[in-house]
């Protein structure tokens, strides 16, 4: 059994920022690709970065240069810095992992979601 939980969503203005956390826990052996996505009221999951165990990251085009994803594979955990938000930034953020358990199986887990609202 595997849990993602996510930390950090909230509301701000304009400009500013928010760090996002997603630790997991549970019987794992192996985490490969993690990464956050999100969805925006009447709109489709979009994926906004990821990042591998080789530390390679994948951004989405509108979110490059204003987000930074990371991670620490001592903590199981996945981050998503966001400076310079824009109310088009405003979604469900949920975080995303590739995960090998103790059952051998590869196999993607997501967290719950956490709300971020930018709004002036």
């Known amino acids: 059994q595997v849990q993602l939980v996510e930390s950090g969503g909230g509301l701000v203005q304009p400009g500013e920022s928010l760090r996002l956390s997603c630790a997991a826990s549970?019987?794992?052996?192996?985490?490969?690709?993690m990464g956050w996505y999100r969805q925006a009221s009447g709109k489709q999951r979009e994926l906004v970065a990821t990042?591998?165990?080789?530390?390679?990251?994948n951004y989405l085009d509108s979110v490059k240069g204003r987000f930074t994803v990371s991670r620490d594979n001592a903590k199981n955990t996945v981050y998503l810095q966001m400076n310079s938000l824009k109310p088009e930034d405003t979604a469900v953020y949920y975080c995303?992992?590739?995960?090998?358990?103790?059952?051998?199986?590869?196999?993607?887990?997501w967290g719950q979601g956490t709300q971020v609202t930018v709004s002036s």
């Open positions: 549970g019987s794992i052996v192996s985490m490969y690709t």
């Open positions: 995303y992992a590739l995960i090998k358990t103790v059952t051998m199986r590869l196999n993607p887990y």
């Open positions: 990042i591998n165990n080789g530390e390679s990251t």
